[in-house]
């Protein structure tokens, strides 16, 4: 079993939609989680760090759940621009680990 | 603010032959990484640095070598480069610790003739 998966999709939504991605994780001595944005052919960015208690930044809400080992990331009224792979990541045991990522694909 | 730069953006090169990635960064970040990233498989770590002189293995390590004699460079290299060596490979750095976010320079994409 992977570290960290994620469904690759991917998501086709119409603008304005709500979306929503999960991701497991296999080593619960997980410490750190984070959520990444990457455009086509560019590099990863940090969208959200994610905290047990969850948390929300503008559209976007990041969810943890230790006892079944997941994390979420919700998009609230999508837009255009929201277009791009999401990379899940998990920190501990000294290092990130991504996952693949999952595609979103926001249409007219 | 230049933040993390990489070079060169684009490599093409023959097997057998060494290259070298670079990497710099301007905020005087602790920590520095190099990752591959190629379809199906995600990000994966090949060497990371903690400080100027200390380097440790990723993932991935088996045909990289690097080094960091100063705290905002750390460069990659190929020392003999092979087809499956061909891929994106990112540089990113962090200012405090290894499970901490991570910030990206743009890539430089590798193709390995």
């Known amino acids: 079993r992977k570290e960290v998966e994620q469904d690759p999709g991917p998501f086709n939504v119409p603008e304005g939609a709500t979306v929503a991605f999960n991701c497991t994780y296999s080593?619960?001595?997980?410490?750190?989680f984070f959520w990444y944005r990457q455009d086509c052919r560019k590099e990863p960015k940090l969208l959200m760090s994610?905290?047990?208690s969850g948390n929300e930044d503008g559209r976007f809400t990041a969810q943890l759940n230790r006892a079944s080992q997941y994390i979420s990331l919700l998009i609230r009224d999508s837009k255009l621009s929201d277009s791009a792979t999401y990379l899940c990541?998990?920190?501990?045991?000294?290092?990130?680990?991504f996952g693949t990522g999952t595609q979103l694909k926001v249409e007219l | 603010d230049a933040g993390i730069t990489q070079s060169p953006r684009y490599k093409i090169t023959e097997t057998g032959r060494q290259v070298t990635l670079m990497c710099h960064q301007t905020w005087s970040h602790s920590y520095m990484f190099w990752y591959r990233q190629d379809l199906g498989h995600g990000l994966r770590l090949i060497y990371y640095s903690a400080a100027a002189d200390i380097t440790d293995k990723g993932e991935v390590p088996d045909g990289y070598v690097v080094s960091r004699s100063k705290t905002e460079n750390f460069p990659l290299t190929l020392e003999s480069a092979t087809r499956s060596q061909t891929s994106v490979y990112f540089c990113a750095s962090s200012p405090t610790d290894v499970g901490q976010p991570q910030h990206f320079g743009d890539g430089t994409r590798l193709s390995i003739l």
């Open positions: 990541v998990r920190g501990g045991g000294n290092k990130l680990t």
């Open positions: 994610v905290y047990s």
């Open positions: 080593n619960s001595a997980s410490q750190s």
